[in-house]
Every structure is written in C-alpha cells, then in structure tokens.
C-alpha cells in the first residue's frame, strides 16, 4: 500500500471470564506487528483491542465469585488484560470495553436503524445454546460421550460441556436475506476471507444456507438493552462484534469512522464464522461498508488440542517473558508458526530457537559489530573504500529483504517476512567468516578494505533494526541506539530500511540484546 493510507487493524475483544493465556497473547501480537511495521512506514494506523464483558459466560462467572458482572469485568481487565498488553508490548491506540458508554449508545443507534429499517423481527426460538461458545448450536456441533460425568448427554464440541435447551420469544436478525450478498462478496473479494482454508470452510457453511439470527435474551438482563424492548437484551456477539465500528465513532464520530473504517481484522479461526457471516450481514444490513478482510489464524496447541484455560492448558505469557523476555516471546510465535496454520508450542522448542537465532545468529552478531568498530576503529564508523563483489551483495540483500518483507507483511503472513529478514542475519555473519575483519586489523596496508568491511556490516546492522523494530522493539531500540541511529528506531521508514548509511559513531551494549539463559530447563519444570 502506499505511504499515508488508512491502515485500522482489529484484535478480538476477548471474554473477562478468566485471565488471559499465550493463545490469547498471540492474536494480539500479530496484530501489535502489523501496526508497528504500518506506523513505521508512514501509514495512518490505527490498532484496535478491547474486552467483551456481556452475556451469560460473564454473568455465571461473576455469580460463582460472589460478585456483580461489572465489579468482575472491571477487577478482570485492570489486574488481567490491561497488564497483558504491558507485559508483551502492545502499541495499542485504543482499548474498548463492550460496557462502555460510548458503545452501548452507538450500538443503540445500530440496532434501532436495523429495526426502523425492516431487518428485525419477533419470534419464537428453540435450540441448543452452549454459553462456553455464547452461540445456538446445530446437532452437527454436538457430540455425546459413551461414559463419564456427562454420558448421554448432548455437548459442545468446542467445551465438552452440556449444551442448554432454550425456548424464548426472541429478536430475530434476517441474516438469511444476505446469503446471495455474502457469496459474492467471497467471489469478488477473494482476499476477503483468509487463509484459504477458512475462507472455503465459510462459503461451504454459507452455501448450505442461512438462518435468521435470534439477537436477543429476556431470561438475563447482562447486556445492552434493546430500545424498542426493554425486557429484552442484545445477543452478546451481535454487541460484541459492533466494538470494530463504535471504538471509531460510528454513529457519534462521522468523520473518524471514514477516515478509519473498514479495518483488517485477525481472529481466531474458530471465530472466524462470525466475522466473516454474521458481522459483514450486519452491516450490508445497515449501508456500511465490510471490513477489508478477515484472517483466521491457526490454534496454539498444547499436546495436539488447542491451549485453553478450561481444559487446564493454558500457559500465562508472563511465564514465558520472565525467563525469555518479552522480544523473545514475541519473535518466537511468529517466526515458528506459519501465521494462518496451528502450532504446538513446546519449552524445547522454544529455547533452542532463543539460543540459535536471538542469541547466537543476531545478538551475537551485533555484540561483534559493535565491538570489532571499538577495537579497530575507537568506536568511528569509518568511510568505505571502493566496493567489492561481496559487499555489494549484502547491499543486494538489505534491498530485497526490505521488499520481500514489506511484500510478506502486506499478504499478513508475518512468518514469511521474519524468514526473509533473517536471512541478511545469516549473509551478514557469513560476509564476516570470509571477509575476517581480525585478519585486515593486523596489517595497515589493509586498512581502507578494513573501513569498508565494518562499514558494510554497521549498515547492515541498521537495516536489521529498521526492519526488526515492529518485532523485538526493545532490542531494536538498543541497538539502534548503540550503532549511533538517529532519532527514534520506531520512526525510520521501515519501507526503505535498505537506505540507513550510516551514524558516526557507535557504542558498546551495556548488555547482549539477548543474553544466555542457563536454566531453561527451571521454566520447563
Ligand atoms: N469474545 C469473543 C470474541 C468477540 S470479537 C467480537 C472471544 N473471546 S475469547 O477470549 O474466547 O477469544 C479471543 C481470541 O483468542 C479468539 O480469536 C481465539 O481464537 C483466540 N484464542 C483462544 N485460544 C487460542 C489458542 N489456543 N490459540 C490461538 N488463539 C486462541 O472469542
């Protein structure tokens, strides 16, 4: 895209019924990615989070801990998911909660102009309901167990739990009115919904056709009331998926809303449904344009299922950033699972890429850089001499990983550009092994190829942090900083990071960007 544009991206707004674990984590650093790398290339980003503090999940929580929902929501988010963002460095621009005003009266006007305008309807509903999911289910979702606490009953796939019968008289949303619309959305916006095995699994489900969508509840009251009908409140998805509009001013900011509205959103895939049915319906229904696409990432997976806090596997990413630190734990999930696909995360795993590439491949290389320029330079970038073939070839590979990367960020696939990136990592110290700085030291008839070695190499090191500051921004900082780059490393084009030509001075790191972690094996435990 080009410098300027829009660029509004989306996390979910996660549950407050428990604390949030590194499967949660990993939805918002994709998402902190993205923003940093279009920040960095000038673009007009605006990153959006939040919490979804409605519905009966919320409410049954806050009963079983003696409290009110709201009185938990506001505990959950200010000791819980604010924290979170710290503790993994989110450059969030805004966090919305679903039980804010400027929500639930942007929602109103939602739902009133749907209403006025014939897409909502009375009725009477019977189904299975599984308050795990905060969804209707189809005999298709469900499962019965042979033996155990729950045999022969019906249960959520998803939870293991026993589903609910509901009968009420509801609020219904003419979703089916919008089948033919949401097919051909898919054929024409191909990108729409990715990656492609989310985006078939979707028209499949879509073609099979649409029921009408009950969006209301009368036998709770946690949630937004409908205005027409104050006995009734709004189904929690319908509320919940409206926070990517009403966080930029739809119906109380008209000009924020366009200037920020359709946004990229990234979701679980296991919520990809409703954001790619039920949420462009919505708003088709209301005249508003659909989100730019909607992209389904893969489960983190612990012994072959997917993490989760209720089936007790759920890791805290504190658990991680106290021993690896938080670069580490955000490089680690996105260079390791292919964005789009599942990963199992393992302790081994982890470490040993810690050791390889933070450790040994990058901080290693510029803990030599910086202190090869201290030793046989004091500390001055010297001026290069004439180019030879062999440094050509790394000003070669600063440009095209600067383009192969942009190119990968602008397909989402964040994997893809950390791969891309790391292979100027590998040329570099590859260029050092053959070129041996510490052999031209010792003979001053060396002296100009000696400037240019280290030249080349400091300004490959500026490459590497322009381009690796949207991903380890702490240690990108750092070096930045100790390579004598000025300004602020978050404030250099990360779309021209090939062009940095360097500072006059570098300084020796106070400490390795990422030190040796001896006692992995304690974190492991
Ligand atoms: N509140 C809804 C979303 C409403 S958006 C309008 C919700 N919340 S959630 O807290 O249960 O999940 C939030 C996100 O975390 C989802 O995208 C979900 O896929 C993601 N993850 C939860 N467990 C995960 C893994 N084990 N692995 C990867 N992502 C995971 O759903």
Redesign the pocket.
Known sequence: MAAGESFYIA?????VNDVP????A??EVAADVLARWHRQAGDDTWLLTGT?EHGQKILRTAVANDTTPKAWADKLVADAWQPLLKTINISNDDFIRTTEERHEKAVTIFLQKLYDDGFIYSGEYEGYYCVGC?EYKQLDDLMELPSGDYAGRLLCKIHSIPVEVLKEKNYFFRMSDFQQRLLDLYELQPDFIQPESVRNEIIQFVKQGLDDLSISRSSFDWGITIPWDHSHVLYV?FD??L??ITAVGYGTDQENFERRWPAVQ??????AR??AVIWPAMLMAAGLPVPRKVFG??????GGE???KSKLTGIAPSEITDTFGVDAFRYYFMRAISFGQDGSFSWEDLSARYQAELANGFGNLASRVIAMVSRYRQGVIPNPGPFTEADEAIRAAERRVTLDADAAIERLAIHEALASIWTLVDELNGYITIQEPWALSKDPANAERLDTVLFTIVRGLGTLAVLLAPVIPDAAAKLWAAIGGSGAVADQDVRAAYDWTGAPTVTALESPLFPRIEQVETASA
């Open positions: 996390t979910p707004i996660f549950y674990h590194i499967g949660h990993y939805t979804d905060e998805w919940a998926l926070n990517y990234l979701v679980g895939k296991d919520i409703f954001h990432h893969g489960w983190l997976l612990v997917k993490m989760s």
